[in-house]
T-cell receptor, first 115, second 113 residues
Framework: DGGITQSPKYLFRKEGQNVTLSCEQN?????MYWYRQDPGQGLRLIYY???????QKGDIAEGYSVSREKKESFPLTVTSAQKNPTAFYLC??????????????FGPGTRLTVL | AQKVTQAQTEISVVEKEDVTLDCVYE???????LFWYKQPPSGELVFLIR??????QNEISGRYSWNFQKSTSSFNFTITASQVVDSAVYFC??????????FGIGTKLQVIP
């Protein structure tokens, strides 16, 4: 079945540690995205990538890093520089149609808690 | 700047009632797209509908219907004969560029049996 997988589902981190969240898709989508969701707020874009080996900062990129070495994979690293990393992280992907906005499809999310 | 307002933060209805979720948007672009997503308790966002700014026809899909009115910048979502499985957070979103989607804060719908 085609889809987007994120792992782990739950992640606990000690302060000062870097952690990496995995996102894999087998939909053959070109673009991939990372969002952060906090209680009572909408989704905020962290990073996005439209093609392999290229990515762009979103609205809240500070304290995060990404890589896009393969089309299927877009891992997110939450660094120790991120001051308030406890949140729900969602990965999404979309086909680039070359026109207007593309429909984004989402993975199941990773809930990160800093202890 | 783009903005999406979902003024209803939480709604409770009794099963089989109809319910409408409001969405008001702001944009200066003439070409844009509107979306609705459902987020059940499991957390994954499920795509429901995509509508472009040139298509004001209302859409019906089973018990779901959407009313797009450019004159009032609204894209409201109605669930007819609600069911417990409809309980979720529903997000309205707006985009005029492929990589830039603005989400509302969501409306939490609780359907009581």
């Amino acid at each position: 079945d085609g889809g987007i997988t994120q792992s782990p589902k739950y992640l606990f981190r000690k302060e000062g540690q870097n952690v990496t969240l995995s996102c894999e898709q087998n939909l053959n989508h070109d673009a991939m995205y990372w969002y952060r969701q906090d209680p009572g707020q909408g989704l905020r874009l962290i990073y996005y990538s439209q093609i392999v080996n290229d990515f762009q900062k979103g609205d809240i990129a500070e304290g995060y890093s990404v890589s896009r070495e393969k089309k299927e994979s877009f891992p997110l690293t939450v660094t120790s520089a991120q001051k308030n990393p406890t949140a729900f992280y969602l990965c999404a992907s979309s086909i680039r149609t070359g026109g207007g906005a593309d429909t984004q499809y989402f993975g199941p999310g990773t809930r990160l808690t800093v202890l | 700047a783009q903005k999406v307002t979902q003024a209803q933060t939480e709604i409770s209805v009794v099963e089989k009632e109809d319910v409408t979720l409001d969405c008001v948007y702001e944009t200066r672009d003439t070409t844009y797209y509107l979306f609705w997503y459902k987020q059940p308790p499991s957390g994954e966002l499920v795509f429901l509908i995509r509508r472009n700014s040139f298509d004001e026809q209302n859409e019906i899909s089973g018990r779901y219907s959407w009313n797009f009115q450019k004159s009032t910048s609204s894209f409201n979502f109605t669930i007819t004969a609600s069911q417990v499985v409809d309980s979720a957070v529903y997000f309205c979103a707006l985009s005029s560029l492929p990589q830039k989607v603005t989400f509302g804060i969501g409306t939490k719908l609780q359907v009581i049996p």
